[in-house]
């Protein structure tokens, strides 16, 4: 059961453009999500986060907009570099009962192209 | 303040012996997870430890696999008796602080790929 979904395993944009990276949740007790951006042969580095009181924050280049009657959030890149080619997951805390941990998204594989 | 520290990098085993996967957290962090990636596939968790205590191991196969998070020293994940299929990425993260029931900000180490011939 995939509680975190990213839809899309792969998006391809020009240099400049925007990028957006979708986010889709099934479990309403979800209140927390965090991004994170994974080079190859390296480990994920937190990227971003939202909690549910909010429905955007921003941090420099990056947006993150959430849409909780929708169970939706995207990661908006602006203007998209060639170093933001990368894998990014969508992740969110899971707290219930004895289980304490990030569900993860299958990842997006951003390509920016020159 | 130096990062996760994951070793070794690469590892290789035959099929049947042991393999320890050493994670050491960053300074001050108390928690500590686990995950694998097998290839084409996301980051599945495995294990949630704090010093000396087991929080969340809902992740991890019930045989074979065991971690550990001494008051002294790295953090182990341990598989015995391994297979090809447990070859993957694992990887290592540690967070400071208790935010979203401390699963809040994780810091990831490079991780150790796992090689089972």
């Known amino acids: 059961d995939q509680q975190v979904k990213q839809n899309s395993p792969s998006l391809s944009v020009q240099e400049g453009r925007i990028s957006i990276l979708n986010c889709d949740y099934t479990?309403?007790?979800?209140?927390?999500f965090l991004w994170y951006k994974k080079y190859p042969a390296e480990g994920p580095t937190f990227l971003i986060s939202?909690?549910?009181i909010k429905d955007k924050n921003e941090d420099g280049r990056f947006t993150v907009f959430l849409n909780k009657s929708a169970k939706h959030l995207s990661l908006h890149i602006v203007p998209s570099q060639p170093g933001d080619s990368a894998v990014y997951f969508c992740a969110a805390p899971l707290i219930a009962g004895n289980n304490r941990k990030l569900i993860w998204g299958l990842g997006t594989s951003l390509a920016v192209n020159p | 303040n130096a990062g996760v520290m994951q070793n070794p990098r690469h590892l290789v085993r035959r099929r049947g012996q042991e393999a320890r996967l050493r994670c050491s957290p960053m300074k001050g962090h108390s928690h500590v997870y686990w995950y694998r990636q097998l290839p084409e596939e996301g980051l599945k968790f495995m294990v949630y430890l704090q010093k000396e205590n087991i929080i969340d191991e809902s992740g991890m196969p019930k045989e074979r696999f065991s971690a550990e998070f001494p008051k002294e020293g790295p953090s182990i994940l341990r598989i015995q008796q391994v297979v090809r299929g447990d070859s993957a990425a694992y990887f290592c993260a540690s967070s400071p602080r208790f935010i979203a029931g401390g699963l809040g900000e994780q810091f990831f180490g490079p991780g150790t790929r796992l090689t089972v011939l």
């Open positions: 479990n309403s007790m979800f209140d927390y």
């Open positions: 939202i909690s549910s």
